[in-house]
């Protein structure tokens, strides 16, 4: 887990957001104090550094949010996929006998229960492994059934489909955890932050060299960031936040109706 993934979302976007006003506030400052050692009203000076920083900084907000937004996106489709599986599989345990039938679908049973509470566990890194540990568990005499059954030349058709079926349901379980897992970088984060400090300190260095500067304009545009990495965030973090995956986990609770 990354050090940034300690602190909520919104509390990073507050700090952010308060120090970059900071530093257009130091930015002004320090462009006062420069016309004042040159002893002139206003400085024309190329914008060029300014507009260069600011274009970066709107490039990188963009290219992060938009790999924040595929990343959740990608997450969402796989719980959707993963409801599928299980789904396929458990309908094709009406393909055996009565007995293995029975015995298939309490497994099943006992699945689509840890598959509820790994998400119900939220960051809970030992509520996961206890939940993935039961995960394994039941797949694990789920597949040694459908293979013991597979050498019955009676469960030929049943066996064809329901091997393949459960294969992808086991499977689609390290694709889900290796998505939620995968987050963007600290390092595009932090080149982020440094980026946003430096535009705003020119921020403010730029409108005290000019004359005037319009607080309302640059308290709006810190709001901007802030908003924006607040968002970049919480779509980066599944279990908790504004933007959660709770309605695609409905997907496996519901399954969990085929049982009342």
Known sequence: MSYLNEFDAWKIASLLMLTIFA??????????????????????????????LSGLLFLLLAFTFGMSVSRYDSR??????????????????????????????KDFKLYIESRINYYKAGKDQD???LSNS????????????????????????ATRLMIPALNEMIDITTTRAAGEKAKVPDSIIWLLFVLACFTSFYSGYSAALKGSIDWLVEFGFCMMISV???????????????????????NIIELSNNFN
């Open 127 to 129: 509520k996961i492994k």
């Open 76 to 105: 969402r489709q796989v719980i959707v996929e993963e409801s599928n599986a299980i789904s396929t599989a458990f309908l094709r345990a009406d393909l055996y006998t009565e007995k293995e039938r029975v015995l298939f679908k």
């Open 228 to 250: 924006t990495v607040l968002f970049i965030f919480d779509l980066d973090r599944p279990f908790r936040g504004l933007v959660t995956l709770d309605e695609s986990n409905k």
């Open 23 to 52: 530093l257009t506030y130091f930015g002004y400052k320090a462009g006062n104090l420069k016309l004042k050692k040159l002893k002139v009203k206003t400085l024309k000076e190329s914008s060029s550094s300014f507009s260069s």
């Open 134 to 157: 039961v995960t394994q568990s039941i797949s694990t005499r789920l597949w040694q059934r459908a293979s013991k059954l597979s050498f019955d030349h009676t469960n030929t058709d």
